[in-house]
T-cell receptor, first 113, second 116 residues
């Protein structure tokens, strides 16, 4: 079993829809949780960053972390065609191993006009 | 200005060759990384350096050797390339190697390596 599970999709939604992306994990030591967006032939770009449990909102994006369930989510409101990309969840225990991110496989999202 | 830049972006080479990928960051960060993304899109860490000191060294064949001449540069040298080395290699950097709010890890654009 992988440490981080993420449904690869693909996920196709109409413009304006609310998108829900999720990851589950097994390592209870994870403390920092991130969502990256990766466009084709580009590097991952950080979207959201959350420490421990809770919610965080930034514009159309909301990240949720439920450590008791080992479950994290990213919600995209009013989705746009420019949101079409692969979304990667990532997490790390922190400490001196902070940079050792464990990634999910990524979910391919397409938002069609 | 590109924050984390790596060269070359595309590299096609034959089995058995030796090749290097260079990375530079102009963010003033202390920590740099090499990640590998395989054909199934999984990103996995290979190495991490903090102020030129190796701090993370995952289970990677000895044919892969990172070198950090200064904290702004982290190069990856690969000896005796094999077909299975074909992947996308990402360089990344962060202000620190320790966890704290805002310690964002920035990735470069990637280097697509194809071994034939």
């Amino acid at each position: 079993q992988k440490e981080v599970e993420q449904d690869p999709g693909p996920l196709s939604v109409p413009e304006g829809a609310i998108v829900s992306l999720n990851c589950t994990y097994s390592n209870s030591a994870f403390q920092y949780f991130m969502w990256y967006r990766q466009y084709s032939r580009k590097g991952p770009e950080l979207l959201m960053y959350t420490y421990s449990s809770g919610n965080k909102e930034d514009g159309r994006f909301t990240a949720q972390v439920d450590k008791s369930s080992k479950y994290i989510s990213l919600f995209i409101r009013d989705s746009q065609p420019s949101d079409s990309a692969t979304y990667l969840c990532a997490m790390t225990p922190g400490g001196t191993s902070y940079g050792k991110l464990t990634f999910g496989q990524g979910t391919i999202l397409t938002v069609h006009p | 200005d590109t924050a984390v830049s790596q060269t070359p972006k595309y590299l096609v080479t034959q089995m058995g060759n030796d090749k290097s990928i260079k990375c530079e960051q102009n963010l003033g960060h202390d920590t740099m990384y090499w990640y590998k993304q395989d054909s199934k899109k999984f990103l996995k860490i290979m190495f991490s350096y903090n102020n030129k000191e190796l701090i993370i060294n995952e289970t990677v064949p000895n044919r892969f050797s990172p070198k950090s001449p200064d904290k702004a540069h982290l190069n990856l040298h690969i000896n005796s390339l094999e077909l299975g080395d074909s992947a996308v290699y990402f360089c990344a950097s962060s202000p620190s190697n320790r966890g704290f709010s805002g310690n964002t890890i920035y990735f470069g654009e990637g280097s697509w390596l194809t071994v034939v």
